[in-house]
């Protein structure tokens, strides 16, 4: 039979044994995690995206409108900073400002035979900013230094002005807006080198939160406020991204 002692030895010989085995097996399993450096300290990454767009319509006709008659253009630019302060994590940020302007001089909203709109003299102008902090962490695809993933987190705080008019002389009507926006998000994304210093980039919005805050006036008298809060938990195909970056 054995002794109280001898019970005691095979325990701490079989817990031994298994802590053995265990940080052997943890020493295996973190090597094969093993990381190369996708992004070295020390390295600067920078890039902007820059896009404008005009159209003009004279007598269009699409579905139920006709006899179209205005002009449209937009501009944004969006230029981007980050520092790789440690191996595979950056941080830095992003500004971007949109310009946007819509004037319709008139056009026919024609719903059948006997029912039709008349829609003349529409013109609306808008302009917002945002400042966007950003924190990166990138890993590689196994050993590749061309291929890797990144997970980009996201902190934002914008706002704008905006302005619509409609009609003319006595029957002008006009309301005046400004908004304040905060958003906090995830988004992970794809790099693809496409030598030492520059690569193509896409990311998506998976999670995140939004939160609105308008004020409008109308005609100098009617004063409205608006607040919008909208969490976001699932893949928004509208936030893909697609973009060019350098890292120096």
Not at 63 to 84: A, H, Q, R
Not at 148 to 161: K, R, V
């Amino acid at each position: 039979m054995l002794n109280h002692r001898a019970i005691v030895c095979f325990i701490i010989g079989i817990l031994a044994v298994v802590a053995s085995f265990g940080a052997k097996a943890q020493e295996e399993f973190q090597r094969k995690l093993e990381q190369v450096s996708f992004v070295p300290k020390g390295a600067w990454i920078t890039g902007v995206s820059v896009s404008y767009s005009q159209s003009s319509q004279d007598d269009y006709q699409f579905l139920i409108i006709e006899n179209l008659n205005g002009d449209t253009y937009s501009f944004k630019v969006s230029p981007m900073l980050m520092f790789c302060f440690k191996d595979n994590l950056a941080a830095g940020g992003r500004f971007s400002y949109t310009r946007q302007r819509n004037k319709l001089n008139s056009a026919d909203v024609v719903l059948d035979s006997e029912t039709n709109y008349n829609v003349d003299n529409l013109y609306s102008i808008s302009h917002n900013y945002s400042g966007t902090a950003l924190m990166r962490s990138y890993f590689s695809l196994g050993k590749s230094t061309r291929f890797g993933m990144f997970a980009e987190l996201q902190m934002q705080l914008g706002g704008g002005q905006s302005k619509i008019c409609s009609g003319s002389g006595a029957d002008l009507t006009g309301t005046y807006s400004r908004n304040f926006n905060f958003n906090i998000g995830l988004a992970p994304g794809m790099s693809i080198f496409l030598n030492n210093y520059s690569a193509i980039e896409v990311n998506v919005g998976v999670l995140g939160f939004n939160y609105t805050h308008n004020h409008a006036v109308t005609d100098q008298i009617y004063v409205a406020n608006m607040n919008t809060k909208r969490a976001n938990f699932k893949i928004n195909l509208f936030s893909i991204t697609f973009g060019v970056v350098f890292y120096l």
